[in-house]
């Protein structure tokens, strides 16, 4: 307890001291943990933020890398004009609001210094740890009380608002702090195995690969260890991290994208539906491609169903002239019900949604679908841009970042999802701020 209590302490003079070296370094920090909170205290968190960064404002500076971050908010605004959905892109351009108020601030206020910017991140990956434990706790409440193991997996996990590709996403960022610090204490060793862990219950399957990925490319290409690691200890690695494929619930959910016309639960379709359907069907990703009709009674496991919807977008984008365009922020959803009906694809009832009610699960295609080929640009550029500069910068964290990000975008829609656009907008800005590795000037 003794320990702890000076351990917090210490926590807390250091914050105090970076606050005062850099008036937002609190606020930044606060509003970067807060982000799997409910949305209105992350928005509370970003107003004081905001305060904190005009309070001290001094000079503007522009920055190119900043500049496409708030290109990208000017584009789905512009997008209003031709909407086919104008209602629909104007309620959206709210919650991408942080697409234009961080980069901002970053080029309002002077940039966070090398060390403040490891501590930020050091700070986030222990806030990381707190809600990785809670959800814990919470998981093993629930079972005691139902005994349903459904409690430690997936959107059961940490609930489907927050989305555990999510926050797969958030606790990869802190997992490759503890896992990179060239000294672990007994504490570190735990903590990265507890959020490795972690980021296999939540499973989420292309995260979990390039999750895996990362961590060869850490250990065989970054770290001291890893330059004299013979192919025996590759081998052994390779087979202990891909025997978590073969773990129950795990290896349904990968065995589950693979396979059609089964009689396995439903519940690893896209639509959390009643288990006592019958007559049920569960398409593979040829079917999601290549059927000519589908019936209310056919459903798709994830990745068919964002097969499905690229299918849907090209598909459109044949019939109708808005590749410079798009139909507008947010404006997609007519279109995608108009096909649901087309292709008769199960479209809800009074229990449960329809798939036309779902975005696109791929942010490049929704970039492309809703702002047309430069929001689908932009967005690529920004995605070079920020690997170039991990690459350059050599920070592994921040490579992370990039690599997660892109496998991500092939997923997620997840710059359409407020918590998304914080979390980009946030660690985008952090990273590439200009004149990051200069000397911090009062």
Same mark, same amino acid.
């Given at each position: 307890?003794?320990?702890?209590?000076?351990?917090?302490?210490?926590?807390?003079? +250091?914050?105090?001291?970076?606050?005062?070296?850099?008036?937002?370094?609190?606020?930044?920090?606060?509003?970067?943990? $807060?982000?799997?909170?409910?949305?209105?205290?992350?928005?509370?968190?970003?107003?004081?933020?905001?305060?904190?960064?005009?309070?001290?404002?001094?000079?503007?500076?522009?920055?190119?890398?900043?500049?496409?971050?708030?290109?990208?908010?000017?584009?789905?605004?512009?997008?209003?004009?031709?909407?086919?959905?104008?209602?629909?892109?104007?309620?959206?351009?709210?919650?991408?609001?942080?697409?234009?108020?961080?980069?901002?601030?970053?080029?309002?206020?002077?940039?966070?210094?090398?060390?403040?910017?490891?501590?930020?991140?050091?700070?986030? /990956?222990?806030?990381?740890?707190?809600?990785?434990?809670?959800?814990?706790?919470?998981?093993?409440?629930?079972?005691?009380?139902?005994?349903?193991?459904?409690?430690?997996?997936?959107?059961?996990?940490?609930?489907?608002?927050?989305?555990?590709?999510?926050? /797969?996403?958030?606790?990869?960022?802190?997992?490759?702090?503890?896992? $990179?610090?060239?000294?672990?204490?007994?504490? +570190?060793?735990?903590?990265?195995?507890?959020?490795?862990?972690?980021?296999?219950?939540?499973?989420?399957?292309?995260?979990?690969?390039?999750?895996?990925?990362?961590?060869?490319?850490?250990?065989?290409?970054?770290?001291? /260890?890893?330059?004299?690691?013979?192919?025996?200890?590759?081998?052994?690695? =390779?087979?202990?991290?891909?025997?978590?494929?073969?773990?129950?619930?795990?290896?349904?959910?990968?065995?589950?994208?693979?396979?059609?016309?089964?009689?396995? /639960?439903?519940?690893?379709?896209?639509? +959390?539906?009643?288990?006592?359907?019958?007559?049920?069907?569960?398409?593979?990703?040829?079917?999601?491609?290549?059927?000519?009709?589908?019936?209310?009674?056919?459903?798709?496991?994830?990745?068919?169903?964002?097969?499905?919807?690229?299918?849907?977008?090209?598909?459109?984008?044949?019939?109708?002239?808005?590749?410079?365009? =798009?139909?507008?922020?947010?404006?997609?959803?007519?279109?995608?019900?108009?096909?649901?009906?087309?292709?008769?694809?199960?479209?809800?009832?009074?229990?449960?949604?329809?798939?036309?009610?779902?975005?696109?699960?791929?942010?490049?295609?929704?970039?492309?679908?809703?702002?047309?080929?430069?929001?689908?640009?932009?967005?690529?550029?920004?995605?070079?841009?920020?690997?170039?500069?991990?690459?350059?910068?050599?920070?592994?964290?921040?490579?992370?970042?990039?690599?997660?990000?892109?496998?991500?975008?092939?997923?997620?829609?997840?710059?359409?999802?407020?918590?998304?656009?914080?979390?980009?907008?946030?660690?985008?800005?952090?990273?590439?701020?200009?004149?990051?590795?200069?000397?911090?000037?009062?």
């Amino acid at each position: 307890m003794e320990n702890t209590s000076v351990f917090l302490s210490n926590v807390w003079h +250091d914050l105090k001291q970076e606050n005062k070296e850099h008036f937002s370094f609190i606020p930044f920090l606060l509003l970067l943990c $807060t982000i799997p909170m409910p949305l209105g205290i992350n928005n509370v968190c970003l107003s004081i933020f905001l305060f904190s960064v005009l309070y001290k404002f001094k000079t503007f500076k522009f920055q190119y890398s900043l500049l496409l971050v708030i290109a990208l908010f000017l584009l789905m605004i512009i997008s209003y004009f031709w909407s086919i959905d104008a209602k629909a892109t104007l309620k959206a351009i709210p919650k991408e609001i942080g697409l234009l108020l961080i980069p901002l601030c970053f080029m309002i206020m002077r940039p966070f210094s090398k060390e403040q910017r490891q501590k930020i991140i050091k700070y986030y /990956s222990y806030a990381m740890v707190i809600y990785v434990v809670f959800y814990l706790i919470k998981a093993i409440v629930r079972f005691l009380l139902s005994s349903d193991t459904n409690v430690f997996f997936y959107h059961e996990l940490v609930t489907k608002e927050v989305n555990a590709i999510h926050v /797969s996403v958030y606790v990869s960022i802190a997992f490759f702090y503890f896992f $990179t610090k060239e000294i672990k204490s007994k504490v +570190d060793t735990i903590i990265t195995l507890l959020l490795f862990v972690f980021i296999f219950l939540l499973s989420s399957k292309n995260i979990i690969i390039v999750f895996i990925v990362l961590i060869l490319i850490e250990f065989f290409f970054f770290s001291k /260890s890893g330059h004299k690691m013979r192919m025996r200890n590759l081998i052994v690695l =390779g087979l202990i991290l891909g025997s978590f494929l073969f773990i129950g619930k795990i290896k349904d959910r990968f065995k589950a994208e693979f396979q059609s016309n089964t009689e396995k /639960s439903i519940s690893h379709t896209v639509l +959390d539906l009643d288990k006592s359907l019958e007559g049920v069907n569960v398409l593979s990703i040829k079917e999601a491609w290549t059927n000519e009709k589908f019936s209310p009674n056919d459903f798709f496991p994830g990745t068919a169903f964002r097969v499905y919807q690229a299918r849907m977008f090209f598909e459109l984008f044949q019939e109708e002239n808005v590749f410079w365009t =798009g139909y507008g922020l947010n404006a997609s959803y007519k279109k995608l019900e108009e096909k649901a009906i087309q292709y008769d694809v199960f479209r809800g009832n009074e229990s449960q949604e329809g798939y036309q009610n779902k975005n696109f699960h791929n942010q490049y295609i929704q970039n492309f679908a809703e702002l047309g080929f430069f929001g689908f640009l932009i967005l690529i550029v920004l995605l070079v841009l920020n690997l170039k500069n991990a690459t350059k910068n050599k920070d592994f964290v921040q490579i992370a970042f990039a690599i997660l990000m892109i496998s991500l975008f092939l997923t997620e829609s997840f710059l359409w999802r407020q918590r998304g656009v914080m979390f980009f907008s946030l660690l985008y800005c952090l990273f590439n701020a200009k004149d990051f590795f200069a000397p911090n000037k009062n």
